[in-house]
């Protein structure tokens, strides 16, 4: 069965840290990545449904808009 999708759908994202280091348990670390995703969403550059910082990785739910991949 042919099924194509659109370029634009949600996309599930990980990011881990080289040996699994805890580099993301301070605040400040945590801040720097959720500033910059409110940054990417307010310029209307990504919709983002949902994300998790851990201590040693993130994921992300998350989308591109239209004309900004």
């Known amino acids: 069965m042919n099924q ?4 634009y759908w949600p996309q599930y994202f990980t990011a881990t840290i080289y040996k699994w280091k805890h580099l993301l348990a301070e605040e400040g670390c945590k801040d720097i ?3 910059s995703l409110k940054f990417l969403v307010n310029k209307k550059r990504i919709e983002l449904n949902a994300f998790a910082i851990m201590s040693n990785h993130l994921h992300l739910i998350w989308q591109p808009v239209f004309g900004f991949t």
Not at 4 to 7: A, D, G, N, T
């Open 4 to 7: 194509s999708y659109p370029e």
């Open 33 to 35: 990545i959720i500033n």
